[in-house]
C-alpha cells in the first residue's frame, strides 16, 4: 500500500500533466480554425487551376510533344514517395497513420520488383521511415522554422520534385498526406502527383476546350502550368495535412484530459480511503491500548 | 459599359471577385485589354501590372506568375503573386531584381540562361512601370 504522502504526490502530478492537455488542447482548437480556414482560401486556385488544366490537357495529350510531367515516361519502374507528415507529435494517430499508408504501399512496390524512393517532409515522418528505409530516403525537408506553410514551401519542394524529374531519377511520384474530413476523422489519403492526374469529370463536362485561343501555344501553356500545378498540388496537400494536425491533436488531447480526471478521480478513492483507515487504525490502537491499563 | 464577372485568385485565397467592365493583363507576349464578351482565351501572365475598372476607382495590382483565362461568362485571373501597387513594398521589387540578376549569373544552360534574363527584363519593365505610376498620382 502506498502511502499517502506517496498518493499525494501522484495526484498533484496528474493534475499538473491534466492542465498542459488542457491548453494543448485549447491551442490546437484556435490553431485548427485558423488551419481550416486557410485550406478553405486555397481551395478556389487548385479548383481552377484543375479546370484549366483539364481543358488544355484534353486538347494536347496525345500529342507528340506533350511534355513529359503530363504523360509520364512510359514506365513505371521507379517510384518516388512524398511523405508529407507534421513536425510535432501528441497528435494522436496523425503521423503514424500516414507513415503506415506509405510504409504499406513501399512494401508492395517492392515486392513487384520497383525501385522505391522516398521523400519526406517533416520529422515527424523521416524518424520513422529513416529506421526502416535508411538507404532510400533521397530527400528530407524540414518546415519546423515555419509558422504555417506558405506556397513558397510548397514551391520549394515542388521544385526539387521537377528537377528530380527531369533528371530521369523516378517515373511516378505519389504523395502522402492526411485529408481532413472532420475533427474526429482525417483520412491518410495517396495521391498520384507525377504524371500529372485529372478528374474525369473535369475533363468530360467541358466539351469547349477545343475552342480556347492559346497564347502562347497549348505546349508552352502546358510546360508553365505543369510545374505550377504540382506545387498547388502540393500546397493543398500541407494545409490539409495542417488542418488534419491540430483536428487529430484536439481530439488526442481531449481524450488525455478526460483520461486524466478519470485517474485523478480514482486517486483520491484511493487517497480518502487509506486516510480513513489510518485514522481507524489508530483509533483501534489508542482504545485497546486504554483498555489494557 | 457593360461589366462581367472576373476574379483574381493567388494560392492562398480570392484576391478580387466581382463585376468589373475592363481589366487590362499583363500577357507573356503583351498586354491585352479584356472587355465583356471576350472570345474564350487563355494566356499565362509575365510579371507586371494588373488594372482592374469597374464601378469604384481604378485598382492596380502587381502579379507574377499563373495565367488568366477569358471566356464569354467572364474573366478568371490565377496568379502565384498579386498585391495591391499601395502595399507593395518598395524594396520588395528591387529584391526580387537582384535575385533574378543573380540566377541570371547562376545560369550555366543557355536556355535556362535566356528564359530568366527574359524574367530580369520583365521584372525591370515592372518595376520601371510602377515608378511611372507613382509619379503621375
Given at each position: 500500500m502506498a502511502s499517502l504522502k506517496e498518493l499525494r504526490n501522484r495526484i498533484a502530478s496528474v493534475k499538473a500533466t491534466q492542465k498542459i492537455t488542457k491548453a494543448m488542447q485549447m491551442v490546437a482548437a484556435a490553431k485548427l480554425r485558423r488551419a481550416q480556414s486557410a485550406a478553405e482560401a486555397a481551395r478556389p486556385y487548385a479548383e481552377r487551376m484543375e479546370t484549366v488544366l483539364g481543358n488544355i490537357a484534353?486538347?494536347?495529350?496525345?500529342g507528340p510533344d506533350a511534355p513529359l510531367l503530363l504523360t509520364g515516361t512510359g514506365k513505371d519502374n521507379v517510384h518516388l514517395l512524398l511523405v508529407l507528415t507534421a513536425e510535432?507529435?501528441?497528435c494522436g494517430a496523425f503521423n503514424s497513420s500516414i507513415v503506415r499508408l506509405a510504409r504499406e504501399r513501399a512494401y508492395a512496390l517492392m515486392n513487384q520488383g520497383k525501385t522505391v524512393k522516398i521523400f519526406c517532409v517533416g520529422r515527424k515522418g523521416y524518424d520513422p521511415l529513416r529506421r526502416l528505409f535508411e538507404k532510400q530516403i533521397v530527400e528530407f525537408v524540414e518546415l519546423r522554422a515555419n509558422k504555417g506553410v506558405t506556397f513558397a514551401d510548397a514551391q520549394a519542394i515542388a521544385e526539387k520534385i521537377s528537377a528530380m524529374f527531369s533528371a530521369g531519377e523516378f517515373d511516378v511520384a505519389t504523395?502522402?498526406?492526411?485529408?481532413f474530413q472532420s475533427v474526429i476523422s482525417q483520412v491518410p489519403t495517396a495521391q498520384q502527383i507525377v504524371p500529372a492526374t485529372?478528374?474525369?469529370?473535369?475533363?468530360?463536362?467541358?466539351?469547349?476546350?477545343?475552342?480556347?485561343?492559346?497564347?502562347?501555344?497549348?505546349?508552352?501553356?502546358?510546360?508553365?502550368l505543369l510545374p505550377r500545378n504540382l506545387a498547388v498540388q502540393i500546397f493543398k496537400a500541407l494545409l490539409e495535412n495542417g488542418a488534419s494536425e491540430q483536428g487529430s491533436r484536439m481530439?488526442?488531447?481531449?481524450?488525455?484530459?478526460?483520461?486524466?480526471?478519470?485517474?485523478?478521480?480514482?486517486?483520491t478513492l484511493t487517497y480518502n480511503r487509506t486516510r480513513q483507515a489510518m485514522i481507524t487504525k489508530e483509533l483501534i490502537e489508542i482504545i485497546s491500548g486504554a483498555e489494557a491499563l | 459599359m457593360a461589366s462581367f464577372p472576373f476574379e483574381l485568385v493567388?494560392?492562398?485565397?480570392?484576391?478580387?471577385?466581382g463585376a468589373v467592365t475592363?481589366?487590362?493583363?499583363p500577357g507573356a507576349e503583351g498586354e491585352f485589354g479584356i472587355l465583356a464578351g471576350h472570345a474564350p482565351f487563355v494566356s499565362t501572365l509575365k510579371p507586371g501590372v494588373l488594372t482592374i475598372k469597374g464601378d469604384g476607382p481604378t485598382r492596380k495590382l502587381f502579379v507574377r506568375g499563373g495565367f488568366a483565362e477569358a471566356n464569354p461568362q467572364g474573366l478568371t485571373i490565377l496568379a502565384e503573386t498579386a498585391?495591391?501597387?499601395?502595399?507593395?513594398?518598395?524594396?520588395?521589387?528591387?529584391?526580387?531584381?537582384?535575385?533574378?540578376?543573380?540566377?541570371?549569373?547562376?545560369a550555366r544552360d543557355p536556355v535556362i540562361r535566356q528564359k530568366r534574363a527574359a524574367y530580369l527584363d520583365d521584372l525591370k519593365a515592372a518595376a520601371a512601370a510602377i515608378e511611372a505610376d507613382g509619379r503621375a498620382h
Open positions: 484534353t486538347a494536347v495529350a496525345g510535432r507529435g501528441l504523395q502522402f498526406y492526411s485529408r485529372f478528374p474525369q469529370a473535369a475533363a468530360a463536362a467541358d466539351g469547349a476546350a477545343a475552342t480556347y485561343d492559346y497564347e502562347p501555344d497549348e505546349t508552352e501553356i502546358l510546360a508553365d481530439s488526442a488531447m481531449d481524450n488525455a484530459t478526460r483520461n486524466a480526471g478519470e485517474m485523478i478521480k480514482k486517486q | 493567388s494560392p492562398e485565397r480570392l484576391v478580387y471577385s475592363e481589366v487590362v493583363v498585391v495591391p501597387l499601395a502595399e507593395l513594398p518598395a524594396d520588395k521589387l528591387a529584391l526580387m531584381i537582384r535575385e533574378a540578376a543573380e540566377d541570371v549569373e547562376d
